[in-house]
């Protein structure tokens, strides 16, 4: 039998040996997750998991609070709050709102 022959065959030979590490990862050991069979089956069988409430898209607000939260938070700390100036009639006297 020639060299070249000879290394074929121990080649091949090799190259099938490597197919059988795969069955060596088989271990006769328990899982973390042994005993979960009951829970798994369980939540694959539940119609709807969710919340009822989740489906309600009305969300309950008050604009106005909103708009004045949104403000006092733009207003930059220890600022006054600002006034309007309202002029009434022709004498030209203002009116400043008290806060």
Known sequence: MSKSKLL??????????GCAADYLNNYDTMTLASGDSQRTNQLLQT?????PSSNNT????DGARSVGVVQKY???PGAAAPTATVSMGTSGATNTPAN
Request: proline share 9%; no cysteine.
């Open 8 to 17: 074929l065959i121990l080649l091949g030979t090799s190259l099938l040996a």
């Open 74 to 76: 733009k207003m930059p």
């Open 58 to 61: 009305k969300i309950e607000g």
């Open 47 to 51: 119609v709807d998991p969710y919340n």
